[in-house]
C-alpha cells in the first residue's frame, strides 16, 4: 500500500536533520586556519585566503618591502620528519636585478651560504636544515618572484 504524503515526509526530515549538521562551535590553535576562517566571514573565498596566508614562513625567507603576494603555500614535504617547505610567489614593480640583489643580500645576512646563482636566480643554505631558492622574471612592468624555501627541524 503507497503512501502517498511519505516521500515529502521523508524529504523534509532529511533538510531538517541536514540542516542541524555542522552548528555546533567549532575552533583552533591554528593561526592559518584562524586568518582563512576570518576571510571567508569577510567574503574572501578560504582557497584565496589560504593561498596568500604567509604567516607561517620563517624568518630567512625575503619578502621585497611593497610586494603583493599571489600565492604561499607551506606544509611538510616527507623528505625528513619535521621538514617543511613552501613557495611565495609576489609581485613588485622594482626591477628584477634589484630584487634579486637584495634578496641575495638578505639571504647572506640570515647566515645561508651560497650554493648557485644566474642572471634570474640565487639559491643558499645551510648543512641540510635550511634553504631557499628566489627566481625572478619580468612581469606586467614590473617583476615576478618565486621563493622556495625548505627548513628542517
Request: proline fraction near 4%; charge should be neutral; include cysteine.
Amino acid at each position: 500500500m503507497a503512501y502517498p504524503g511519505r516521500n515529502r515526509i521523508g524529504a523534509i526530515l532529511c533538510l531538517v536533520l541536514l540542516a542541524g549538521c555542522g552548528r555546533g562551535e567549532r575552533t583552533t590553535d591554528d593561526p592559518v586556519a584562524q586568518n582563512v576562517a576570518v576571510a571567508a566571514a569577510e567574503g574572501t573565498s578560504a582557497n584565496v585566503a589560504a593561498a596568500v596566508d604567509c604567516s607561517n614562513r620563517p624568518d630567512f625567507v625575503p619578502i621585497y618591502a611593497g610586494a603583493e603576494i599571489t600565492r604561499c603555500v607551506a606544509g611538510p614535504d616527507g623528505l625528513a620528519k619535521g621538514h617543511v617547505s613552501g613557495t611565495i610567489v609576489y609581485e613588485t614593480m622594482a626591477a628584477p636585478r634589484d630584487v634579486l640583489g637584495w634578496s641575495r643580500a638578505q639571504a647572506n645576512a640570515s647566515g645561508l651560504r651560497y650554493r648557485r646563482e644566474s642572471e634570474t636566480m640565487y639559491a643558499a643554505g645551510d648543512e641540510a636544515r635550511r634553504s631557499v631558492m628566489i627566481v625572478v622574471d619580468r612581469h606586467d612592468g614590473g617583476t615576478r618572484v618565486t621563493v622556495n624555501w625548505g627548513r628542517g627541524t
